[in-house]
């Protein structure tokens, strides 16, 4: 059992629609980071959430964490050929900072 | 500014053989972890070195071993390699352990036939 489940697993979309994408778990964080790879890189930290209910925004990303701290969300406006890759959400643990990452959601946004 | 490094970029082996893999950390950064990401998953981790010894580990058995070097830089070393191990293996370095930012490499992808 994953310990954070991200859905959809699958995204194809055209370009400029809009997409939501999920991080779920049981248990509640500290504190929840977001990454995107892209094919043969490897992931790149996005943005991390820190209090329950914060949203943060980057360009046209906004990343929600949910106010108990469990789950978090990856709003996409008017996607881009650009955004394609694998998203990964990520917490981090141990006394070294150890990284548990979900599963990813692959996306794919068509021109 | 160089980021974090990996080499080989690719590599083929074959069951049973041995493989080492090589990372330097981004400049200034003294901690570096190897992440294992099978095909179509999330990257999990492997282990952590810091002041060149072993800090933590994931569950991963023995035949995955590593070492640090007084300059930062890091091997991952893999025994009785099996077809299961063939993956993309990340390293990630941090300015310290304290540090949650890791930046990655490109990574390794390893093919075991």
């Known amino acids: 059992t994953q310990l954070l489940e991200q859905s959809p697993q699958f995204l194809s979309i055209q370009e400029g629609e809009n997409l939501t994408v999920y991080c779920n778990s049981s248990s509640v964080f500290s504190s929840l980071q977001w990454y995107r790879q892209e094919p043969g890189e490897g992931p790149v930290l996005l943005v991390t959430v820190v209090t329950g209910g914060e949203v943060k925004k980057l360009k046209r990303l906004t990343f929600q964490f949910g106010d108990a701290r469990k789950d978090s969300s990856l709003h996409i406006t008017a996607a881009q050929p650009g955004d394609t890759g694998l998203y990964l959400c990520a917490f981090s643990r141990g006394a070294g900072n150890m990284l548990t990452f979900g599963g990813g959601t692959r996306l794919m946004v068509k021109p | 500014d160089a980021g974090v490094t990996q080499s080989p970029t690719h590599l083929i082996k074959t069951r049973g053989q041995q493989v080492t893999l090589r990372c330097s950390p981004k400049s200034g950064h003294d901690t570096v972890s190897w992440y294992q990401q099978a095909l179509g998953q999330g990257p999990q981790f492997i282990f952590q070195y810091y002041e060149e010894e072993e800090r933590q580990r994931g569950n991963f058995p023995d035949r995955f071993s590593g070492h640090q070097f007084p300059n930062y830089s890091s091997e991952l070393n893999v025994n009785a390699l099996l077809l299961g191990d063939s993956a993309l293996y990340l390293c990630?370095?941090?300015?310290?352990?304290?540090?949650?930012?890791?930046?990655f490499g490109p990574g390794t992808r390893l093919l075991v036939l």
């Open positions: 990630a370095s941090s300015l310290s352990r304290l540090q949650e930012t890791q930046y």
